[in-house]
């Protein structure tokens, strides 16, 4: 059973570019969660996700960030018109029901130019 | 005030050394999650426990609620156990609240 998937596991963008950010949670979990690291900062929630639907999005920067669990495929992360502030890894979790373990991907790390 | 408070920030062990990371929380929960990142690498979830006591290998992990408090032991510490330890608390509604994490470094 192959763990959670993220990738790319590294992602450089320059300023003004999009940055689109995939997460394959494990096999048989439909709640995903994405999480931001900054550097030398602590992880800080962004958004919670069940299958095509957005449950809690209370950590999303409210502008260029978007989130979508669809029917089939991948979580996304979208960041449109990417800015220095950005850069940081970006961290997928997924568990199989509400308030279980919670499991992590391997990272993104974006840097943007 | 921080919902989840660490110590120590930074701690230093010889091998062999039993080892106590704490985390302390000022909210209600459901559920307190232990996790283990190396530098540069990914997140290793160790524990999740809302009550008692776990027990994984040399890993042990405790909780009261009653007085808002967790610890991590490592018994028997190794070199390859150092990494950053984090407590992130599972509030009510699924998102996990991050504690600023313990910097471990195991010496040979």
């Known amino acids: 059973n192959a763990g959670v998937m993220q990738n790319p596991r590294h992602l450089v963008r320059r300023r003004g570019q999009e940055a689109r950010l995939r997460c394959s949670p494990m096999?048989?979990?439909?709640?995903v969660y994405w999480y931001r690291q900054l550097p030398e900062e602590g992880l800080k929630f962004m958004v919670y996700?069940?299958?095509?639907?957005?449950?809690?999005e209370s950590g999303m920067p409210k502008e260029r960030f978007s989130a979508e669990f669809p029917k089939e495929g991948p979580s996304i992360l979208r960041i449109q018109q990417v800015v220095r502030g950005d850069s940081a890894a970006y961290f997928c979790?997924?568990?199989?029901?509400?308030?279980?373990?919670?499991?992590f991907g391997p990272g993104t790390r974006l840097l943007v130019l | 005030k921080n919902e989840v408070e660490q110590s120590p920030q930074n701690l230093t062990a010889q091998e062999g050394e039993f080892i106590t990371i704490n985390c302390s929380y000022s909210?209600?929960?459901?559920?307190l999650h232990w996790l283990q990142q190396h530098p540069g690498g990914g997140i290793v979830s160790l524990f999740m426990?809302?009550?008692g006591k776990k027990k994984h290998g040399r890993l042990i992990a405790t909780i009261n609620i009653q007085e808002k408090h967790s610890s991590l032991h490592i018994t028997a510490s190794h070199p390859r156990d150092s990494a950053v330890y984090i407590c992130?608390?599972?509030?009510?509604?699924?998102?996990?609240?991050f504690g600023a994490g313990t910097i471990l470094r195991v010496k040979s």
């Open positions: 979790a997924s568990s199989e029901r509400q308030e279980e373990t919670q499991y």
């Open positions: 096999k048989g979990h439909s709640h």
């Open positions: 996700l069940q299958k095509e639907n957005i449950i809690d």
């Open positions: 909210v209600g929960i459901s559920a």
């Open positions: 426990l809302s009550s």
């Open positions: 992130a608390l599972m509030e009510y509604g699924n998102k996990l609240v």
